[in-house]
């Protein structure tokens, strides 16, 4: 069986539209090359309250979770001390990230703010960050990583050894020029033939073509034989209905959603 987890973005940036989120979708690449199927995100502002019920629930549902965001030097960079209190645990200067940050400044401008980079709650490991030194940590089920996506993508790289492998999930991606309501009800006579497949239908529109109006429809399982049989049906059932279906490649099908 393969593990679960959910993604807590944390940051007011975020829910204000000022930064876009792309952590989540490499997140969630990251995790299913991995074999670990991301099962829930959400998105908290810089409140402390906030931060902790967020954690607390998703880290007694899922095997793991995946923070980002509000671990650098300012004021409203308080995803630490959240955690600290989540896990009922202290928080002060960690001696290795204290040094490590110590080290990367000239003299006299390792200041208070900077020094609160090294503040990490007591039990925890650190996750290296090979970008700009300030690390990340590891307490319980519970990732940090930064916000910063480089940033992030390093620590997601330091942490990858020590994450479990499991089954990927592998998709097929079957184009069709038919509107969605029109092959719905074929659609779900093949989700019900093929129970350990998740189809997925993603509507188009495209203007200055003859039939402007189509689906992709994705199918999603662990199973790649299964997958391919579903696949096929799709295939069948829009040629039944009059259109050419063609398969989509991946990085295709996410640019034209």
């Known amino acids: 069986m393969s593990s679960s987890a959910a993604i807590l973005v944390i940051g007011d940036e975020i829910l204000s539209g000022r930064t876009q989120d792309t952590n989540t979708s490499y997140i969630a690449r990251f995790l299913g090359a991995l074999g670990i199927e991301l099962k829930e ?41 959240a955690v600290a209190k989540a896990f009922d645990v202290g928080i002060g ?24 980079m090294a ?27 930064a916000g910063v996506p480089m940033v992030m993508r390093a620590m997601l790289e330091a942490i990858a050894p020590e994450l479990p492998r499991g089954t990927q999930v592998v998709s097929v991606t079957v184009e069709a020029a038919i509107p969605e309501g029109a092959i719905a009800p074929g ?32 199918v999603r399982g662990r199973d790649p034989d299964m997958v391919e049989a579903a696949a096929q049906a799709i295939e069948v059932l829009a040629r039944e209905m009059g259109a050419a279906p063609q398969r989509i490649k991946a990085a295709d099908s996410a640019a034209s959603k």
């Open 41 to 81: 995100a959400r998105v908290v502002s810089d409140v402390e309250d906030e931060i902790v019920a967020a954690l607390n629930a998703l880290r007694a549902r899922y095997d793991f979770v995946f923070t980002t965001g509000g671990i650098g030097p300012t004021h409203d960079d308080i995803t630490a001390d």
């Open 93 to 116: 200067y960690h001696p290795e990230a204290y040094a490590l940050l110590e080290a990367r400044y000239p003299p006299g401008e390792f200041n208070e703010m900077r020094k609160r």
């Open 119 to 145: 503040r990490i709650p007591h039990g925890a490991a650190l996750v290296a960050n090979s970008v700009s030194g300030a690390p990340g940590f590891h307490i319980g089920n519970v990732y940090v990583m």
């Open 187 to 218: 659609l779900a006579t093949i989700q019900k033939a093929h129970p350990a497949t998740a189809i997925g239908s993603y509507p188009y529109y495209r203007d200055g073509i003859a039939q402007p109006f189509g689906a992709q429809l994705v």
